[in-house]
């Protein structure tokens, strides 16, 4: 599975960003699909996960009610979105994309494949 995330910018405190992660594969569906972010000098943290049927999703208690996943595993599309509203300045972060063959984690090396990041700068 390949991984192109897009979709990062920069926007102002309160404003909104929409990510999105294409994978290429036909196998894209049988994997959970995760978000997962790197702030300057900062470990690698997760962000939100979504199961392979889409059914079942998980966030970080630092964006719960302001992030959405959501995923669409039609045959031509084979992506992973995250929307992004409320954004505050300390979601500032290089945002990664990652498919995983286990259960749905938070776990960075669970995750086998990632994509190459995109950029969410938000200014105060």
């Known amino acids: 599975v390949q991984l192109q995330a897009c979709g990062g910018g920069l926007v102002q405190a309160g404003g909104s960003l929409r990510l999105s992660c294409a994978a290429s594969?036909?196998?894209?569906?049988?994997?959970?699909m995760g978000w997962f972010r790197q702030a300057p000098g900062k470990e690698r943290e997760w962000v939100a996960t979504?199961?392979?049927?889409?059914?079942?999703?998980?966030?970080a208690d630092s964006v719960k009610g302001r992030f959405t996943i959501s995923r669409d595993n039609a045959k031509n599309t084979n992506t992973v979105s995250l929307q992004m509203n409320s954004l505050k300045p300390e979601d500032t972060a290089v945002y990664y994309c990652?498919?995983?063959?286990?259960?749905?984690?938070?776990?960075?090396?669970?995750?086998?494949?990632w994509g190459q990041g995109t950029l969410v700068t938000v200014s105060s």
């Open positions: 594969g036909r196998t894209f569906s049988s994997y959970a």
């Open positions: 990652a498919a995983s063959h286990r259960l749905p984690s938070t776990r960075v090396t669970e995750y086998d494949y």
């Open positions: 979504i199961s392979w049927s889409g059914g079942s999703t998980y966030y």
